[in-house]
């Protein structure tokens, strides 16, 4: 019925068809075991039920919370309506402080509660690093 050439552009189209649907599927099943939700302390407050996978919380650090012992930060983040405590062990960046934005990540033990593994400070667009901001105030 069909020629020896046709059967074999159809294979190919079928292979190369099957390869791409099933790369992309890899690709999207790879994506959605790293992909970590960002909330923020009303949203987790809202929570149906607490999952034991990783997070992020985004919001403000509260001011006069932060707590320094030996090895741990214990502080708070704010969404100005609801508070989650967060402690964390581990080097802080040099923007975190208070009053200022801050991304934790980790896991929540409730909902009043994040054990941080990794702390993101943010800053605005206007943010200049003081060593920069030394350098052009030199000239």
């Known amino acids: ?24 599927y890899l690709i999207l099943k790879s994506l959605e075991e790293n992909v970590v939700y960002f909330l923020s302390p009303t949203e987790i407050r809202n929570l149906a039920e607490i999952k034991e996978e990783k997070i992020r919380i985004g919001g403000m650090v509260k001011n006069q919370s932060i707590i ?19 402690s ?8 975190f402080s208070e009053g200022k934005g801050v991304v934790a990540e980790g896991y929540l033990r409730d909902r009043n509660f994040l054990s941080a593994t990794k702390i993101l400070a943010k800053h605005d667009e206007n943010y200049m690093p003081p060593e920069v901001k030394e350098a052009l105030g030199d000239k």
Do not use: A, C
Request: proline share 2%; aromatic share 10%.
């Open 1 to 24: 019925m069909y020629g020896k050439k046709v059967k074999l552009r159809v294979l190919f189209l079928f292979l190369v068809i099957t390869t791409l649907v099933l790369s992309i």
């Open 88 to 95: 964390y062990s581990g080097s802080i960046p040099n923007l």
């Open 68 to 86: 320094i012992n030996s090895n741990e930060i214990n502080f708070i983040i704010t969404d100005l309506k609801n508070e989650i405590n967060v």
